[in-house]
């Protein structure tokens, strides 16, 4: 009988170790997509288009310019991430990534699509400490 435990304990137990682990490491992985995703949205929402304030157009973003920053704050966070989604509309930015991630115990064939969802909006300040 002890050797029946012997061997069919380890079988049921593995899968189960393995499971929590790549369950660890999948969710860890998923929350650093998650801030890297919600950092490149913010900084992509203070790129402020220069030009347009200057020639009196109020406070608008440069979209081009959010964009390429938005990407590169991405990949110095998270470099196997990728953008899936951008879009500037008015001073709201929303950032869509994803990040395929492989297994940490390659017991489960294939890998696993994170995806992240980030929205920022820029506001404009107060000119004076009076002006509120």
């Given amino acids: 009988m002890l050797a029946f435990f012997a061997l069919v304990l380890p079988l049921v137990l593995f899968p189960v170790i393995t499971y929590a682990v790549d369950v660890a490491v999948l ?3 998923a929350a650093a997509l998650q801030a890297a995703t ?3 949205a913010e900084v992509a929402a203070e790129q402020i288009d220069v030009g347009a304030v200057r020639a009196g157009a109020g406070l608008t973003l ?3 310019q959010a964009s390429r920053v938005a990407a590169q704050v991405l990949l110095e966070a998270e470099p196997g991430a990728s953008v899936d989604f951008f879009e500037v509309v008015g001073l709201k930015v929303t950032l869509a990534a994803s990040e395929r991630v492989a297994p940490a115990l390659p017991l489960w064939p294939g890998s696993v ?5 980030a929205t920022a ?3 404009s300040g107060y000119d004076s400490p009076s002006s509120l």
């Fill in 62 to 64: 440069d979209p081009p």
């Fill in 27 to 29: 969710s860890t992985t």
């Fill in 38 to 40: 919600a950092q490149a």
């Fill in 121 to 123: 909006v820029l506001v």
């Fill in 113 to 117: 699509t994170l995806h992240a969802l």
